[in-house]
């Protein structure tokens, strides 16, 4: 038993002072912060420098980008203050001299319509006058002089309407084509981001045009979406005959707050702290266990290489050797795991951490945690150690050792399941497979507290493999860790296990 | 330490390494295990140290089989060598003094003494990696010894060794012997081994081909020698009048001669029968004697 305390003592202050360990240990948990505070800051920075100018045409209608603008800046007070903002800007074309020219054509077109129409009904009014008044011996020569009168104003007021269409006309294409114009180089200045089309054919189809240069994040523009949703409602409500009242009440808007109910409590669920916190212990986790089991190999394939491997045997067993080095590995992945704890105790008592908003910051966790570590690090240490006992060099070990790294990417890859759903039968099934219960136990206890079975069932099936996998790894220490020359076949392997 | 080896026999690979192999080392006593490369020496050090365990057959040491308190007694200096490159001599040393259950403290003292008395003393906090080859051996040396076991094992204690090393194995196994501890020592250099070794076991293909004393065995194998090398066919020479027996190679011959003819009249008769490249008498040295054993040992399988 000796020997088995001074392997594992060796082996622990071998890696100890490592600078793989000291790296592991101090910059994983920057790596991880970064991960987090990242897209935090990313996303704060989003909601002040990047709210979003969106541009209005309105054609044929008048006030519905102010009323949608007005929208949008309430809007803001309901939700998060916090969060990106779009500012509607209508756009107004520039005047030019044509354009000028031609509105005071139109004008004066409009006004001398308008003359006419005046003069048109003045002569239908005297026409009436006359009519009415019977007994007027003239009646009949006024009535006829003023029909000439009538037709002729009419005439000339059907052609001013022709001529004012034909200058309304021009100008609106005129006006349109200097507002889109105008529009579009501001979306090519960056000006905008995009810019909303309006007409009266908008609301009757329900389809309102933005044009942009590049595509938009469509969650961006969600809640210009809403708004516009909202007032085609409340145009049709209007078109249904209900008072404005009445639509405002009917439309006031709702928020869904989420409550998880834990034991008798209940918490409030927030998408990032809920889903995050355990992602982020799953990745201190893995950093964890293939820190110590990476050792572990390390440790076998450099005795194997520098031949130091048959001295040692020499002196102790196999299992002395193999069990020693598991050991005193584990207890510095245990002094790692326990480093991170402390440092995650520091960072909850300087507040830095919201320690109530992170419902896996528990005890009864932290001892999951450091139980499910030290499951999953002996099993993928057998694993390890038997792989590097049967490398002939590091080259060939690199090599083996990509393969049980790719295997241990699995449990993170089949994380999203429990993401979307942490009690399916499928994730429970997949919980009691040996090399994915870490993650999937650690990961479905904030998200779906699974039953107490689940947690018995899969720490049962871990430690049997974890058994079995260490008195075979021993065997294939024993066997392959001489043979230094070429790989050994499988049948040999299997020959020297049955013989030893 | 006395050590008896039972019955031995091991397979590896589907290949039988060691086929029913008896022997015993004595305390006070050096055992050359001796044979070619693939003969199977290796594979019986490590069955003596308990790296490989026997098909069958067993090995005692004292009449025990291999227990913790054996196993602290064995010192091994392996053919493969290799230390932790980047720790220094002294944690090397330590190391492997505490892994023959040295306490720490004790194992501190026995280094330093180690070092001193190999004189690398002033290279104690220097990596091993470091070192020059000499040195490095002097470390692996040291590191076999360091827990003064009873029963010395080594293989190939001569291979690859800087000359000054090789001096220093041979003065070493000098010393444990007079100290009476029992030595086993690995080697396909015969001729190293025959100025070293008390005891000889020659083996072959796992067998043991002779197995003797070495002063008896050289008693046994007293007759002069005459090695002939020519470019010719040298059968004719095993007609000569005193040549009891010959063994022939393509190009040479061991013509093993009556020491009551002549040696003289013999070399004549050669010389002038054939077209000599090289000629010399001597006695029969191991490498001839065990070349001698295994060519009897041919005939009497044919026959």
């Not at chain 1, 355990?278 to 440790?299: D, E, H, Q, Y």
Request: charged content about 20%.
């Amino acid at each position: 038993m000796r020997r088995f305390w001074v392997i594992a003592g060796w082996e622990f202050k071998r890696y100890l002072r490592s600078r793989s360990f000291l790296l592991s240990t101090f910059i994983s948990p920057i790596i991880f912060a970064g991960l987090i505070f990242i897209p935090a800051m990313y996303y704060e920075n989003s909601q002040t420098s990047q709210d979003q100018v969106i541009g209005c045409v309105e054609f044929d209608t008048t006030s519905y980008c102010q009323l949608i603008s007005e929208r949008l800046t309430g809007n803001i007070d309901l939700r998060d203050s916090n969060a990106p903002r779009i500012l509607l800007e209508p756009i107004v074309p520039d005047t030019t001299a044509q354009l000028r020219d031609d509105f005071r054509n139109l004008l004066v077109a409009q006004h001398r319509l308008d003359s006419l129409d005046e003069a048109y009904n003045k002569v239908k009014e005297r026409r009436k006058y006359h009519f009415q008044r019977s007994d007027s011996p003239t009646k009949t020569q006024l009535l006829s002089k003023s029909y000439e009168e009538m037709i002729s104003t009419r005439e000339l007021r059907d052609l001013a309407e022709i001529e004012y269409s034909r200058l309304q006309s021009k100008v609106d294409t005129m006006v349109e084509k200097a507002v889109l114009g105008k529009a579009d180089s501001l979306l090519q200045v960056k000006r905008i981001s995009g810019y909303l089309r309006i007409d009266p054919g908008t609301f009757q189809q329900g389809v309102v045009e933005f044009h942009s240069e590049q595509p938009i994040n469509f969650l961006r523009l969600q809640p210009l979406e809403q708004v516009l949703q909202g007032i085609l409602v409340e145009e049709r409500m209007r078109g249904e005959g209900i008072t404005v009242n009445k639509i405002q009440e009917l439309l006031q808007p709702i928020m869904i707050q989420e409550l998880l109910l834990e034991g008798s409590q209940k918490h409030e669920f927030k998408f990032m702290v809920t889903y995050l916190a355990p992602v982020i212990a799953i990745l201190f986790l893995f950093v964890g266990i293939f820190t110590s089991s990476g050792f572990l190999f390390r440790s076998i394939v450099d005795e194997k290489s520098e031949r130091v491997v048959e001295s040692l045997l020499s002196s102790a067993s196999s299992f002395q050797l193999v069990g020693g080095k598991i050991f005193g590995l584990g207890l510095l992945g245990l002094f790692q795991v326990l480093i991170w704890m402390s440092m995650a105790g520091l960072l909850i008592l300087i507040n830095l951490i919201p320690v109530k908003d992170i419902i896996l910051l528990t005890f009864e966790n932290a001892g999951l945690f450091l139980l499910y570590f030290l499951l999953g690090y002996l099993l993928f240490a057998a694993i390890y150690a038997g792989t590097a006992s049967v490398s002939v060099n590091r080259h060939d070990a690199f090599q083996l050792g990509q393969m049980v790294r790719i295997l241990s990417l699995f449990p993170l890859a089949l994380a999203i399941l429990v993401l979307l759903s942490p009690n399916s039968m499928l994730v429970r099934f997949l919980s009691f497979v040996p090399f994915l219960s870490p993650t999937f136990m650690l990961l479905r206890t904030p998200l779906g507290q699974p039953p107490l079975l689940d947690y018995y069932i899969s720490i049962g099936v871990m430690l049997v493999f974890i058994i079995l996998a260490v008195l075979f790894a021993g065997k294939i220490y024993r066997a392959a860790s001489l043979i230094y020359r070429k790989r050994p076949s499988l049948k040999s392997i299997l020959e020297y296990i049955h013989f030893s | 330490m006395h050590l008896k080896a039972d019955h031995l026999i091991k397979a590896l690979e589907g290949k039988t390494v060691v086929s029913d192999l008896s022997f015993e080392a004595r305390a006070g006593y050096i055992l050359g295990i001796l044979g070619p490369d693939g003969a199977g020496k290796t594979t019986i050090l490590r069955i003596l140290v308990d790296i490989f365990r026997p098909d069958s057959g067993a090995v005692f040491y004292e009449d025990q089989p291999m227990n913790r308190k054996i196993r602290n007694a064995i010192g091994y200096l392996p053919e493969e060598r290799g230390l932790y490159g980047e720790y220094s001599v002294n944690r090397n040393l330590v190391y492997f003094a505490r892994l023959k259950n040295l306490s720490r403290k004790k194992a501190q003292v026995e280094a330093v003494r180690l070092m001193d008395r190999f004189n690398i003393i002033e290279q104690m906090d220097m990596p091993v990696a470091l070192l020059s080859e000499e040195d490095r051996q002097k470390v692996q040396i040291m590191c076999a010894i360091i827990h003064n076991p009873d029963l010395l094992i080594l293989d190939e204690p001569f291979a690859a060794m800087h000359p000054n090393n090789q001096t220093l194995v041979r003065k070493l196994v000098q010393h444990f012997k007079d100290e009476g501890k029992t030595i086993i020592l690995a080697t396909r250099a015969l001729n190293e081994a025959e100025t070293v070794c008390d005891e000889v076991l020659l083996i072959d293909q796992g067998r043991a081909v002779l197995q003797d004393n070495l002063k008896k065995i050289k008693e046994k194998f007293r007759e002069s020698l005459i090695y002939v090398e020519a470019a010719e066919e040298l059968q004719s020479l095993q007609d000569i009048f005193g040549v009891k027996r010959m063994i022939q190679d393509e190009h040479s011959a061991r013509l093993f001669i009556d020491n009551q003819v002549a040696t003289q009249k013999i070399l004549d008769i050669i010389i002038r029968s054939v077209n000599v490249n090289k000629i010399e008498v001597h006695r029969p040295n191991l490498n001839d004697i065990f070349l001698e054993v295994l060519h009897n040992g041919h005939q009497k399988g044919k026959a």
